[in-house]
Each structure stands twice: as structure tokens, then as C-alpha cells.
């Protein structure tokens, strides 16, 4: 007799359980801050994407209360039917102006963005080059397209020159993460810029960590290269981390987003973003841009976190921006060390394959400029702490 259905799903999941791979969810029962309520303890996060500390500012969530009163909760309806409320618009262009390019357009959400873009410039008989590590929205936009894929090692801009310069015939898309979500690192854009030049690529970066973090005015990776809209042609942002809202934006010349308004399947067929959240994102970007000084503190708090674990001989990764790996390589003692970390007060993402290569589990460390150097200080010391506790237990 074959499995019913549920029978092959427990099956497949009690073997995830068994490869320490299992993923939980945990009650979060407060807002998202620098020290929250989560399955009813009190624990100082870093664990959020929320870098600046915008996601429960009191101006921002002001706008946002006076949005909902004014546009009431929902869109109602997609941006070609009728659901593009000025509120999306305003902010659009201000995106467009804040990256230095003609226009901005907004998704939903990133994995939309990334997903919709893709599909919308490449086809059959085009080729989509990819770093092994990008984001899983990337590359599953990639396949989702009909153009052939290839991933290149990471960071190698030599490895992606061959292979573009080996290429004939259709369109190239070169497409990265800008900071790279589960190590922090950033790609090498204006290596890439000149590389896409030559081999007449087109490049796309997907700055979801960068916007608001890096750069002068919290313009990101691109800001901190200088690539204008002909170098860097396709610029993507999400409005869920560093801005501390929803959503997210592609930014590009009017071919661009009007090839994207006509084309891109995750544009056309969905509801817009609430009105109140654009109004929001609107008040976000302005404080983002302004207050420098959380960039800052920021760097200052990186480099505390990365000497004080460099002092307990552990393994960091080649980061500079507040995504801050430490690297565990073993699955098991990943997952336990997150979980100590818990007992003692501290949210740490345990990440792990498949969202990460095989052989190289890490605690996903991220800061905040809502942070102290207390607890920064507090952190390292939990780390070394549950370490020594798990050795002793034989692990
Ligand atoms: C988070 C993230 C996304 C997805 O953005 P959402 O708005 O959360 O869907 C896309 N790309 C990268 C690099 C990300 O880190």
C-alpha cells in the first residue's frame, strides 16, 4: 500500500529533524527592537534586519497611524487597477531621487522585485549570470526565467568575465547581492560595472542590506561606488530592513521601469503596498538620510563586536557592515549554541544549510544602531560562555 500524503510528508520531515536542519518558529511578543518579548522572556535581539532602529521609530509610526486615517488599511487593488495611491508615487520619486536615478518603482515585497525583474528582461535565448551565494529570490528568479543560468564563485569578477567573455548571442544579465545576506561581505560593483561594460552586460544589484547602512547618505553600496545609472543600471532595494518598513524598489531609467510596469508578472498581478506604509517608508528615507549618526554608531559597534571576538580566538567572517557571521561549521553545536544563547537572554539566527553551504553553520550575528556597547559586550561574553558550557557536555 502506497503513503498517504501526510504519512510521506512526516517522513520527509522527521528526516530534517534528523540532520539537525529542523526549523522552529518562536512567539515574538513585542514590537521589533533592540530588546524584545519572544515565547515570554525578555531578550536583547540581534537577530533583526531593522539596522538603524527605524522599524518602531515613534515619527514613523506616527505617519503611518496618520496614513491608515487617511487611506484607510488596504490598497484595494493592484497599481495598474486603480491601487496606485499618491503616497506610492511620492515615494517613488523620492527613491528616485535619493539613488540618483530617473525613476523608482515599487514591489511588494523584495522576493517579488527580484523575481518580476528578472522574468521581465531575460528570455530564451538569453543567459543569467549569478554569484553561487546570492539571495534564494535571485536565483529562484533565474530559474523562473527562461534564460540559462550560471553561477560564478563568489566575489570572482575573473570567473564571471570568462564566462560572459564565452558567451554569444541574447542578452547577459549579471546579477549580485550588493551585501551579501548570510556573510556580510559585499560584491566588488566596480570591478563588475567595468567588467559588464566590456562584455556588454547588464548589471543588477540587489542592495537589501546596503540601503541605509553604507554610503554617505544611506545610499548603499552603489553611493559608496559611485555608479551612476549607466554603470549600474538595474538597482534593486528592500524597504523591510534598513528602512525598517515593507516593501521594496527596483531604480533605473524610464525604459527600465516602464519595461517593468508592463512586463513583470510579480508588478502586474498583485495588491499594491498599503498607502500608510509608503507614507511611513516616506518618513523613513527622510531619517535615514539625515541622521548619519547612526551609520556611525553603527561602525562603532561592529568593530567593538568583531575585536571582542577575535579576543575568544573564534572565526569571523571578512565582514564590515553590521552583519556579523561567526562561524561554527557544525550544524549541531550551531543550533545548540543558538539555543543557549536564548536560555541566557540573547537572540542569535542559528543559520544553517540549505540557506547556507554545507560545512559552514554559523551564528548570524547583526547589530543595531539601537544597540549599547553593554550589550554588545554582554553578547560576546554569551558566546563564549555557552561555548565552554557545550564543550564541557561533550559537544
Ligand atoms: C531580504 C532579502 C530579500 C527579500 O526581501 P523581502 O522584502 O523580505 O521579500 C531579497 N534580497 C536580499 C539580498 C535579501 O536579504
Partial sequence: MSLSMDQQ???????????????????????????????????????????????????????????????????????????HSQEHHALEEELAAFTGRPRALLFSTGYMANLGTIRALVDKGDHVFEDRLNHASLLDGGLASNARCQRYKHLDVSDLARRLAKTEGGRKLVVTDGVFSMDGDVAPLVEMAAVCRQYDGWLMVDDAHG????????????????LDVEELPILMGTLGKGFGTFGAFVAGSEAL????????????YTTALPPSVAAATRISLKILRRESWRREKLQSLVSRFRQGIADLGLELMDSSTPIQPVLLKNDALCQKVGERLR?????????????????????????????????????VDAIDSSLTELQKEGL
Fill in 211 to 226: 540601503f541605509g547602512v553604507l554610503g554617505e547618505n544611506g545610499g548603499g553600496l552603489a553611493e559608496q561606488c559611485q
Fill in 343 to 379: 536560555e541566557k537572554g540573547f537572540l542569535v539566527g542559528a543559520i544553517r544549510p540549505p540557506t547556507v553551504p554545507v560545512g559552514s553553520a554559523r551564528l548570524r550575528v547583526t547589530l543595531c544602531a539601537e544597540h549599547t556597547e553593554e550589550q554588545v559586550d554582554a553578547l
Fill in 9 to 83: 510528508l512526516q517522513k520527509r520531515l522527521a528526516q530534517r529533524r534528523a540532520d539537525n536542519l529542523y526549523r522552529q518558529r518562536h512567539l515574538l511578543q513585542s514590537a521589533q527592537n533592540s530588546i524584545v518579548q519572544v515565547d515570554g522572556k525578555t531578550c536583547v535581539a540581534f537577530c533583526s534586519n531593522d539596522y538603524l532602529g527605524l522599524a518602531s521609530h515613534p515619527a514613523v509610526i506616527d505617519s503611518l497611524r496618520r496614513g491608515v486615517e487617511t487611506y484607510g488599511v488596504g490598497s484595494g487593488a493592484s497599481h495598474l487597477i486603480y491601487g
Fill in 257 to 268: 521601469v516602464d519595461t517593468l510596469i508592463q512586463y513583470a508578472r510579480t508588478y502586474i
